[in-house]
């Protein structure tokens, strides 16, 4: 039978358990699978198949993993970054609150559009999302090919919506989308963080994701100083305990950040089997604290977690890098902590195969392997910014970037080919885009043009904003925090 594609005398970076490399390999798909990964040999280029590539001068690496991130704002991208800290928030809060009352839905369906665009792209074949009101990101990124988990986020003091009516959301979104376009688009269960959830908002998670056993559970976790305050104000001794109480700190729990994360939290985690997501650069650009610690990342690889990077709000941070991600990890962590964090084949497996385990689908993709997906990325490599081509793993991490992008293949179908998106019309992606800011701006009284930005004033700003949750957030945290100082 012949293959579906083959590539031969390439530089394959396998990411398999032994970090095999092969200068001079071959790779074989057949009906989406990996079928062989092996040094190439005399007749490579003859072999039967109905796409054969020549690698020289390329190499070829699995799919990255973007582990966390957030996608209905991406075409505000560019908008928040001179704003402080407290301005980006409160800007921030009353955008969520017009998504989760429909307001916005135009610019969550660009917003889809152009993430799956620059991720394709870039690399990037797999994302982990939490976002408001993810279907249009589910129908997206399956119609571009690519693999998703995407999850509407619960809270109950973080915005005024029903809780009954997010837990019904979350199950019809389960029902119509988890599973779909051949299994690449999965639902998620998505309580939003430790620091915005009651103990009872995280009970009925723990009874949804019962009624879901094979769903992943996406949080953020120990992001804050305020996520233990607000476990102790759910009567539980810390972050971690509450959800070992509730039932959901186990292998299905999939936690962003940890920074604050100590030598239990560590402990406990990998005892549990969880996964960890690790997103550097939102936390360098919008460091609340300087003097808290850094994310431990490589006490909990060495404890046995799988960690993956994310992006996070990429439009946060104007980018969509997630080659960059790694080299922001390996800088931050060696400032904060001295050099040598990381090794460059340690980065290289968090974009990849601890990035798919931590998202529990480690047995099908993030590395070369027989059997594995074919969710791979070619990179043109034949340039002088990769000459002499010497230690790939460095290159990749610290030199490379979307622009070196050739190829991509999610479950063996092209959805770039030698430069080409297969999946997407770019030029109408770029215009829905451009149309939906033009008309936020029109209805919102944002200012955002090429010399930067300016949202509405204060007073505009908290007439949109959430009241009742974040008030019944402060007051427990400004409660707890007084019993934690005067215990009575």
């Known amino acids: 039978m012949a293959a579906d594609v083959v590539i031969h005398d390439a530089l394959l970076l396998t990411v398999d358990d032994d970090n095999r490399i092969y200068d001079g390999g071959t790779l074989i798909v057949c009906d989406g699978e990996i079928t062989e990964v092996r040094s190439s040999r005399e007749g490579d280029t003859d072999l039967d198949a109905d796409r054969v590539i020549d690698g020289d001068g390329r190499l070829v690496m699995p799919g990255l993993v973007n582990a966390h991130t957030h996608l209905e704002l991406t075409p505000l991208i560019g908008a928040f970054s001179d704003l402080d800290l407290l301005e980006m928030m409160g800007s921030m809060t009353a955008i969520y609150a017009g998504f989760a009352d429909g307001e916005y839905d135009y610019l969550a369906e660009a917003g889809y559009e152009l993430a799956a665009l ?61 599973g779909t376009f051949g299994g690449r688009i999965r639902a998620t269960i998505s309580p939003h963080d430790d620091w915005s959830c009651t103990r009872d908002l995280w009970e009925r998670t723990a009874d949804l994701a019962g009624e879901h056993p094979d769903l992943l559970v996406h949080t953020h976790l120990l992001e804050l100083e305020e996520s233990d305050v607000m476990a102790r104000s759910n009567g539980a001794d810390d972050s971690l305990a509450l959800l070992e109480e509730v039932g959901l700190l186990d292998d299905r729990l999939f936690g962003a950040h940890y920074r604050m994360a100590d030598d239990e939290d560590v402990r406990r985690t990998a005892q549990a089997g969880a996964g960890v997501g690790h997103c550097p650069s939102i936390f360098c650009y919008w460091n609340p604290d300087p003097d808290v610690q850094w994310t431990p990342v490589p006490e909990l690889r060495s404890a046995g977690v799988d960690v993956g990077i994310g992006i996070d709000d990429h439009y946060w941070h104007d980018s969509y890098d997630l080659f960059g991600e790694a080299r922001q990890a390996r800088l931050a962590a060696n400032l904060k902590r001295g050099t040598g964090q990381f090794h460059s084949m340690e980065l290289v497996r968090m974009l990849t195969a601890e990035g798919a385990s931590a998202l529990n689908v480690g ?27 010497r230690n790939v793993p460095a290159q990749v991490v610290n030199n490379a970037g979307p622009a070196d992008v050739e190829t991509v293949l999610v479950d063996g179908e092209f959805v770039l080919d030698d430069g080409a998106v297969v999946t997407m019309d770019p030029e109408a992606v770029r215009e829905r885009a451009e149309v939906a800011v033009e008309r936020f701006a029109d209805e919102t009284g944002w200012e955002i043009g090429v010399g930067g930005a300016e949202p509405p004033g204060r007073v505009e700003v908290a007439r949109e904003s959430p009241r009742r949750g974040p008030a019944e957030l402060l007051g427990r945290l400004a409660y707890q925090s007084v019993r934690d100082r005067f215990p009575f």
């Open 118 to 178: 620059n991720f394709l792209r870039g690399g990037v074949t797999t994302v982990n999302s939490m976002d408001v009101a993810p279907a249009a990101g589910a129908e997206t990124f399956g119609e571009a090919g690519l693999r998703g988990f995407f999850g509407p986020a619960l809270s109950d003091l973080f915005w005024d919506r029903p809780v009954d009516e997010q837990f019904e959301r979350a199950r019809a979104f389960i029902d119509e989308h988890h």
């Open 363 to 389: 047995a099908e993709i993030g590395s070369l392997e027989p059997g594995k997906r074919a969710d791979l990325v070619v990179l043109d490599v034949d340039e002088p910014k990769f000459t002499p081509l």
